[in-house]
């Protein structure tokens, strides 16, 4: 008995020490050593699964992760303008067609060399396909040549004039000739790249050779945490920081440590609509559906309220583009819808499903409630989950669905980027969208080179969208951050990035 | 040695069966990894282009031949997404599911035992009905659940663990090890739960039989027929049931290390299946796979030592 006892004894204390021993600690412990070491660590719900080559990168959320690491020519600001970064300043021929950028001095990549012309012109012609490969990026495949012309001036020339072009310019500059951009990606950004291990962290540092206002962190790490509830659970514990793209409902948990800060998420969420197959190629069904959406019922329900209804493909921090009067056009009206239904030779409705992807929950939220919405006016639709993977084959590329929610981005801050897609015989056109007029339109819009002349033929295009109902327009979601109190200086962009450059922890 | 020569016989052919599932699965699955590296940026002709360059385009069982004899020269391929080697890319991660398995597992024993003999023994008292009521709730509680609320407890209030921050197995092993006894237990309670019901009713039929009656009538206490005869007897079926008990910490522990955040082998499974990165999840599958194949072999040499009889019938 007394054996057993001290065995006991022994085990307990073994477990005690174990337990309480190691020296980790409470959540305000743990966050101020990190403060005082001057280091960030910022939860992300997924992995940068890709290549880390930024011109090679598509997932939105390395491209969000990484734009602390790369800069382009020029940089987009969180107000939506471009400034010059490795370029000092740029002009442009008469004929528009050739842009002269002169480097900036000075600007240091991250492994110590400096950049050159020949930096500027391996990166662009790589993005361009000029050494005879397929463009890397494909809104610079209108560039023609690229040429150095002194060690500090670069010239490129494009096949037709497009006021577009300069934003494209954003596109990172790397140093000539390095392979290992995949792995071990060297920018010139604020931040430099130090280390990743698969599903778990990505690490930076503070450049200190850095060209521009240097960063105030000495140190970030992304933290990769999928599992919803432990994002929270990990911000409570001080494990992070930071935490981007939280859904309301995550938000009411944190408690008191965490200011929360509300951008967008830069998002077209929508119903999108095959309009090839029946009954989406009746455009009075497509009418019915806007009509039967409540569009803020949508965002009370599932997002308690956060979300900026949208009327087009085009959201609210596109500034000079966005048109008030579309989020309206089709208000909620129940009778309406179903009088539209009956004319179209549905009088009791039909049934459809909704493809929804699904690792995105405020997605499968948003048609969770327009499945209640389009009961109301006798339609049965049916929520149907598939992987990722499987919707990217299936419902956009292989344009095999009725109606899928899903959010569509711009990869850079021009219209085209968001309009283009549903010209007819553009290749990711997976709605099937098909009007000669929206064609017509694009085409004088690319032909324009007149900028209030061409914010008014996109402007056209975006209300053409609209009046067809091409699909059922929902909002742009809510972007709500959740930050650790005491730390500050968090910028929104109009575009889909995370810049950690103004960041800082308060004195 | 014959015996233990087709043991490992037949592991080996269970895993490149196991493989050969796998794989096929894989097949049969929508989507494909040039889809999932393309993403938004997809149109026909890139994807085709893509798996032309990634040799996707080649008939199954090319491809299943060309992993198998990787497999077995010791080269796990390139994993598509993260373009490392296969090896390099998991290697860091098997040390972390082998400790969360290791220490569910021997929690699972070191607990369930004692406690199994326990109820056997004091079955019909007075504390039994709330043992079997405490048992149920066990067996029915979910281990994701267990894990938040584990979390909510020792990390939320008492601080004994930082959610989510996981020490690295090699710079801090102590601390990596506390770290995984919380998410083990979220993961045992349901397994010892299920032990020690099995047990207390394995003990409790082998107590009706007629060579217990006749150890009692020499004269021997209950207790000491319990522990001598008895529990070696009860023993037999419990640790076939801890082998398969296995199988199910390693499923469990796919959805632990998501609750904890624990950057195991489970979490990138889950990962890399979404990203149809066919040579991790191979890799993955096929470690996972000698682990649960492995422990059930150990768990037949076990009962053999127990009960020598079983070598007999050679039929394990």
Not at chain 1, 275 to 286: H, L, T
Not at chain 1, 424 to 431: D, L, P, Q
Not at chain 2, 303 to 311: F, G, V
Request: glycine share 8%.
């Amino acid at each position: 008995m007394k054996k057993k006892l001290l065995a006991i004894l022994l085990l307990g204390s073994l477990l005690g020490a174990v337990l309480t021993g190691c020296g980790d600690g409470s959540a305000e412990q743990v966050t101020e050593d990190r403060s005082a070491a001057n280091e960030l660590v910022v939860g992300i719900a997924q992995d940068l699964d890709n290549s880390l080559d930024p011109h090679v990168v598509v997932a939105a959320g390395t491209k969000e992760v990484m734009f602390n690491v790369f800069e382009g020519l020029m940089k987009p600001t969180s107000t939506g303008d471009l400034i010059p970064a490795v370029a000092e300043d740029y002009t442009v021929s008469d004929d528009h067609l050739t842009y002269t950028f002169t480097l900036r001095e000075g600007v240091k990549f991250h492994n110590g060399d400096t950049v050159a012309a020949e930096d500027v012109v391996y990166s662009i012609a790589r993005c361009a396909g000029l050494n005879g490969s397929e463009p890397l990026v494909e809104a610079l495949s209108v560039v023609t040549d690229v040429k150095a012309v002194d060690e500090r001036t670069v010239a490129i020339t494009i096949a037709e004039p497009s006021n577009e072009f300069i934003s494209y310019m954003t596109t990172a500059i790397l140093p000539a000739d390095y392979d290992r951009q995949d792995t071990a990606p060297v920018g010139t950004g604020p931040f430099k790249f130090v280390s990743r291990a698969a599903q778990d962290n990505i690490v930076l540092e503070k450049f200190d050779e850095y060209w521009g206002t240097p960063v105030y962190l000495d140190k970030v790490t992304f933290k990769i945490i999928e599992n919803a509830d432990s994002l929270v659970m990990s911000l409570q514990s001080g494990a992070i920081d930071l935490c981007a793209h939280l859904t309301s409902t995550q938000i009411d948990q944190l408690g008191d440590d965490f200011n929360v800060a509300e951008g967008t998420m830069n998002l077209v969420q929508a119903m999108y609509l095959n309009n090839a197959v029946a009954p989406f190629d009746d455009i009075r069904v497509r009418q019915a559906l806007c009509y039967a959406v409540d569009k803020q019922g949508v965002l009370d329900i599932a997002f308690d309220g956060y979300g900026s209804p949208i009327g087009t493909s085009i959201y609210p921090a596109f500034g000079k583009y966005f048109d008030e009067s579309l989020i309206d056009y089709y208000p909620h009206n129940v009778e309406k819808a179903k009088s539209l239904l009956a004319e179209a030779g549905y009088p009791d409705g039909f049934t459809m499903s909704i493809t929804v992807p699904s690792n995105y929950q405020p997605h499968i939220d948003t048609a969770q409630v327009l499945v209640e919405q389009l009961r109301a006016v006798g339609v049965e639709a049916k929520i149907e989950l598939v992987e990722w993977g499987t919707w990217v084959e299936e419902a956009y590329v292989g344009r095999n669905f009725q109606s899928t929610v899903v959010g569509v981005d711009a990869s850079n801050m021009t219209a085209r980027a968001l309009l283009e897609r549903f010209t007819s015989a553009y290749g990711k056109n997976f709605i099937n969208y098909n009007s000669a007029e929206y064609d017509a339109l694009f085409e004088q819009a690319l032909a324009t080179y007149d900028d209030a002349a061409q914010t008014e033929l996109y402007k056209a295009m975006a209300a053409d969208l609209t009046k067809n109902a091409a699909n059922v327009y929902i909002q742009d979601l809510a972007d709500l951050v959740a930050v650790r109190k005491g730390v500050e200086g968090l910028n929104f962009y109009p575009i889909y990035v995370l810049d950690l450059s103004t960041v800082r922890y308060a004195d | 040695m014959k015996y233990a020569a087709r043991r490992i016989a037949m592991l080996l052919l269970t895993m490149v069966i196991v493989s050969l599932l796998a794989f096929v699965a894989f097949d049969i699955i929508s989507g494909d990894p040039a889809t999932a590296m393309l993403g938004t940026q997809a149109t026909p002709e890139k994807i085709e282009a893509l798996r032309e360059e990634m040799g996707l385009n080649r008939p199954l069982v090319v491809r299943y031949g060309e992993w198998l004899l990787g497999f077995f020269t010791g080269n796990l391929g390139t994993s598509y997404s993260y373009k490392l080697p296969v090896w390099q890319l998991i290697a860091p991660k098997v040390g972390i599911t082998l400790c969360l398995s290791v220490i569910s597992f021997l929690l699972i024993v070191v607990i369930s035992i004692p406690l199994g003999v326990r109820s056997a023994r004091y079955a019909g008292g007075r504390l039994d009905g709330a043992g079997t009521a405490i048992n149920q709730l066990g067996m029915a509680v979910p281990p994701f659940f267990t894990g938040i609320l584990l979390t909510w407890l020792f990390s939320t209030t008492l601080h004994w663990f930082i959610h989510g921050q996981f020490p690295e197995l090699t710079k801090n092993p102590a601390g990596a090890l506390k770290y995984l006894l919380f998410a083990s237990v979220s993961i045992a309670i349901p397994r010892v739960a299920m032990t020690v019901r099995m047990l207390k009713s394995t003990i409790l039929g082998e107590m009706q039989k007629n060579y217990v009656r006749t150890a009692i009538s020499r004269g021997n206490d209950r207790k000491g027929v319990l522990y001598r005869h008895v529990l070696k007897n009860a023993l037999v079926p419990v640790v076939t049931f801890l082998a398969q008990t296995m199988a199910e910490i390693v499923a469990g522990g796919i959805v632990v290390e998501q609750v904890f955040a624990i950057p195991g082998l489970g979490r990138l499974l889950v990962a890399s299946i979404a990203n149809r990165d066919y040579p991790v999840v191979q890799a993955i599958v096929v470690i996972l796979a000698f682990w649960v194949v492995l422990a059930g072999t150990i768990a037949d040499l076990i009962n053999q030592q127990i009960d020598p009889r079983l070598q007999l019938g050679g039929d394990a």
